[in-house]
C-alpha cells in the first residue's frame, strides 16, 4: 500500500480517477505481504500487486462496473488447483476484495504514507456492502473517559500500530469494519562498523526496513530521534565513547528495540558504566544483550538473521517460540 502512495496523490492532483482494491477477508493463499493492495485506472490497469496479479482481471472488470452512488463494492475471488501454479503461489485461497473509488479515500491516508508516518485506516461498510466511510487514525492516544466512551476501532487501530507491523483486521461488531495498519518502517541504527553491519543493512532490506550505519555518538543519538516509534538500535561497538552515551539516549527516550553485540563480560561492563550514568536496574534490563536469538548463529550472515528475527520479535510484543509447538491461527 505505502509504495501506491505518490501514485495516488498524482491521480488525486490531476483529477484522474482511480479505485483503491485490497482484502477484507481471506483464506489460504500462503504467506504474502499484508498490506498489498492495487490501484486500478480509468484505462482498467491495475498499478501495484495483490496475489501476483491473478485476480488483476476480474477486479478491473469489477472497477468498471462501480456506479457513481457506491463508496464502495466488495466482491469474491478464488484460485485453486492449476491456476495456483500458474500464478506462482504457494496455495490457493479465496478472499473478499474491497474496492473503493479513489475519492472515498481520504487524502490524508495517502500524504502519511508518503511521509512514512505511522497511520491506520477505519473504513466502515454498510450491510449492503455499497457504502462505506473511511477515517484515518494516528497513534495519538484515545480519550477513554470521553462521554461517548473510546471507539473500539481505533483503539484497536492503535494497539496494531503500537506492535510495528503493517496489516489488517476485520471487525463485524455494528457492520464490517476493516482496520488496516501502517506503522512507520523499522529504522535499524547501527552504531558501528564491520562485515557485520554491512550484513545487517542487507538484511533490513530484504525484510521492507531502513538501515543506517553510524560511527559516532551524536550522529546514532540524532537518528534514534529522527522516528522515535520506529528506530530499533543495534550496538556494534565496543568503544565506551560510543555504546554507552548511544545506548543511555535509547534506553531513556523509548527506543522500542536495544540490542548490543558482545560477550557476557561486556554486557556487564556496559551495565556497570549505565549505572554510573544514572540508569537502573529496569532501564539496563531492556538492553537485548548478548544480542539475538539463539539460532545456532556462528557465521556473520547467521548472525545478522538472528538479530534481524529477535528485532522483529520484540516489535510485536512476541516471545519467540516454534511454530509447530503452538494452537490456533500460525499468523495471529
Given at each position: 500500500?505505502r ?43 491495475c498499478?501495484?500487486t ?9 477486479l ?11 463508496t ?9 488447483d ?27 491516508w ?9 497511520a ?15 477515517t ?8 477513554a473517559d470521553?462521554?461517548?466512551?473510546p471507539?473500539?476501532?481505533a ?6 500500530l503500537?506492535?510495528r ?10 457492520g ?13 541504527v ?21 538501515a543506517t550505519?553510524?560511527?559516532?555518538a ?6 534514534l ?5 520506529a ?8 568503544e565506551?565513547?560510543?555504546?554507552v552515551?548511544?545506548?543511555?539516549t535509547?534506553?531513556?527516550?523509548g ?6 553485540l ?35 548463529a556462528?557465521?556473520?550472515?547467521e ?23 503452538g494452537?490456533?491461527?500460525?499468523n495471529?
Amino acid at each position: 500500500m505505502r509504495e501506491l502512495a505518490e501514485t495516488a496523490r498524482g491521480w488525486v492532483a490531476r483529477g484522474r480517477t482511480g479505485v483503491l482494491a485490497r482484502p477484507i477477508t481471506e483464506q489460504g493463499f500462503g504467506p504474502r505481504h499484508p498490506a498489498d493492495a492495487v490501484l486500478i485506472d480509468d484505462a482498467g490497469r491495475c498499478h501495484g500487486t495483490l496475489y501476483r496479479g491473478v485476480f488483476d482481471d476480474h477486479l478491473a472488470a469489477e472497477a468498471a462496473a462501480l456506479t457513481g452512488d457506491r463508496t464502495a463494492h466488495v466482491c469474491e475471488v478464488a484460485v485453486h488447483d492449476d491456476e495456483v501454479r500458474q500464478a506462482g503461489l504457494a496455495c490457493g485461497g479465496q478472499a473478499e476484495i474491497l474496492l473503493q473509488p479513489l475519492a472515498a479515500v481520504p487524502a490524508r491516508w495517502w500524504d502519511l504514507l508518503s511521509e512514512g508516518a505511522d497511520a491506520a485506516l477505519i473504513t466502515r461498510l454498510n450491510e449492503a456492502r455499497t457504502r462505506a466511510v473511511s477515517t484515518v487514525e494516528t497513534t495519538e492516544p484515545y480519550d477513554a473517559d470521553a462521554p461517548e466512551g473510546p471507539d473500539r476501532a481505533a483503539e484497536r487501530a492503535r494497539d496494531l500500530l503500537a506492535r510495528r507491523r503493517a496489516g489488517r483486521d476485520t471487525r463485524f461488531a455494528d457492520g464490517l469494519v476493516l482496520i488496516e495498519s501502517f506503522p512507520a518502517v523499522p529504522h535499524l541504527v547501527i552504531a558501528g562498523g564491520g562485515e557485520l553491519a554491512e550484513l545487517l543493512v542487507a538484511q533490513a532490506h530484504l525484510l521492507g526496513w531502513r538501515a543506517t550505519v553510524t560511527l559516532t555518538a551524536p550522529d546514532a543519538v540524532r537518528l534514534l530521534a529522527e522516528q522515535p516509534a520506529a528506530a530499533c538500535l543495534v550496538v556494534l561497538s565496543h568503544e565506551p565513547d560510543l555504546d554507552v552515551p548511544v545506548l543511555r539516549t535509547a534506553l531513556t527516550t523509548g527506543t522500542p528495540y536495544v540490542g548490543a553485540l558482545g560477550s557476557r563480560r561486556t554486557q556487564a561492563r556496559r551495565a556497570q558504566a549505565l549505572t554510573s550514568a544514572g540508569l537502573d536496574a529496569e532501564h539496563i534490563a531492556r538492553v537485548h544483550g548478548p544480542i539475538g536469538l539463539d539460532l545456532g548463529a556462528r557465521t556473520p550472515a547467521e548472525t545478522a538473521l538472528a538479530i534481524c528475527a529477535e528485532v522483529l520479535a520484540a516489535l510485536d510484543h512476541r516471545e519467540p517460540r516454534v511454530l509447530r509447538e503452538g494452537a490456533g491461527p500460525i499468523n495471529a
